[in-house]
């Protein structure tokens, strides 16, 4: 009997118990659910960021996110018909691949970006064998990738500035963001409140910490992410830039700019929780939130990339799976022993 395909809005808030199938079991599946449906929550919780985004930057945030998904299911359609003699697109992953590339992506970025990183993320996943194979986050290693050759073609702007819809976007409307501040040593001109309520630029993705907070707790009260790894990375990020903060400023207000500028609340809720290429067991998932906290503040202080999260959990994804060996290893005998205890505990009250 052929699974049903067809897509109903009206189950997006209901618990789906299809079973997952994909190459490795990732860390943020609670029970049991199908692909598509974690895609759908995860569509569900970047809709309030984008109508944000929308509001901030104009129809162009549309545009660059309608290239962006429509590059990534183009591609998908062309290599699963070469590859499986069908298309596969039915589960959604290429959708969200699409809408994740365009969060990382400023409104201002020249159309052709977003194409060609469609082109680019959904290579990388059917390279390694398609859903549920690849080692590396495809949105991530798109969005790296074109930060690393085009990076000066990208540029940011303040919000409310009036941005072409399909014309490129002059240099004359480039703005600093609190972001660019940061790295380049500077106090951003934004405040917190600013910063944290998404009146500043940047991203389309990252510029409302509020709403970004709001979809991670609306996918973990729907127990498709876990908090392990959220939470060990935001703690990490939190205590590096207390300690070291980069600018002469309170180091409070230091650490509380570092977390809610830029893409580092972005990263830690939608980026780092993927499925396939983090860690599954509980002690992975804090070593690899922890790993990635320090990786962003090294490339921050570093100042390699405008932003640190996004090249850092890219970088720890390669190391998800030797994290789960190890910390596979190391609970598995503390577990053998606390069931050697109980069954001798068990055995002598018997005897009794």
Do not use: W
């Given at each position: 009997m052929k699974p049903n395909l067809k897509l109903n809005l009206k189950n997006l808030f209901k618990r789906d118990t299809t079973p997952v199938k994909r190459g490795v079991r990732g860390p943020f599946i609670s029970g049991s659910c199908s692909v598509t449906g974690i895609m759908l929550h995860v569509i569900a919780a970047l809709i309030p960021i984008m109508i944000w985004a929308v509001y901030l930057f104009g129809v162009r945030?549309?545009?660059?996110?309608?290239?962006?998904?429509?590059?990534?299911?183009?591609?998908?359609?062309?290599?699963?018909?070469?590859?499986?003699?069908?298309?596969?697109?039915?589960?959604?992953?290429?959708v969200v691949t699409g809408l994740m590339l365009a969060m990382t992506l400023p409104a201002a970025v020249p159309l052709w970006i977003p194409l060609a990183g469609g082109v680019l993320a959904i290579g990388i996943k059917q390279l390694f064998g398609g859903t549920g194979r690849n080692l590396?986050?495809?949105?991530?290693?798109?969005?790296?990738?074109?930060?690393?050759?085009?990076?000066?073609?990208?540029?940011y702007t303040a919000p409310l500035t009036k941005l072409p819809i399909f014309e490129n976007v002059g240099a004359e409307l480039a703005a600093e963001s609190p972001m660019a501040a940061l790295t380049a040593g500077r106090f951003p001109s934004e405040t917190l409140f600013?910063?944290?309520?998404?009146?500043?630029?940047?991203?389309?993705?990252?510029?409302?910490?509020?709403?970004?907070i709001a979809g991670a707790a609306f996918l973990m009260i729907r127990k498709v992410i876990s908090y392990k790894i959220p939470v060990a990375y935001l703690l990490t990020v939190a205590v590096i830039s207390y300690v070291f903060p980069k600018i002469?400023?309170?180091?409070?207000?230091?650490?509380?700019?570092s977390l809610i500028s830029g893409g580092v609340l972005f990263a830690a809720?939608?980026?780092?929780?993927?499925?396939?290429?983090?860690?599954?067991?509980?002690?992975?998932?804090?070593?690899?939130?922890?790993?990635?906290?320090?990786?962003?503040?090294?490339?921050?202080?570093?100042?390699?990339?405008?932003?640190?999260?996004?090249?850092?959990?890219?970088?720890?994804?390669?190391?998800?799976?030797?994290?789960?060996?190890?910390a596979f290893s190391l609970t598995?005998?503390?577990k053998k022993k606390k069931a050697a205890k109980t069954a001798a505990k068990t055995e002598g009250a018997e005897i009794k």
């Open positions: 945030v549309l545009v660059v996110t309608a290239v962006s998904v429509a590059s990534a299911l183009g591609t998908e359609t062309l290599l699963t018909l070469a590859i499986y003699k069908k298309p596969k697109i039915s589960d959604l992953t290429a590396l986050n495809p949105a991530l290693f798109a969005h790296t990738v074109l930060t690393l050759v085009f990076g000066k073609l990208i540029i600013e910063s944290f309520f998404g009146r500043t630029g940047g991203t389309i993705g990252e510029v409302s910490a509020v709403l970004i002469d400023v309170d180091a409070t207000t230091f650490a509380l700019y809720v939608f980026m780092a929780t993927d499925h396939t290429t983090s860690p599954c067991t509980t002690l992975g998932q804090i070593i690899y939130g922890v790993g990635c906290g320090v990786l962003t503040m090294l490339l921050r202080y570093s100042g390699l990339f405008y932003d640190g999260a996004y090249p850092a959990v890219l970088i720890m994804n390669e190391f998800a799976r030797p994290i789960d060996s190890l598995v005998p503390v």
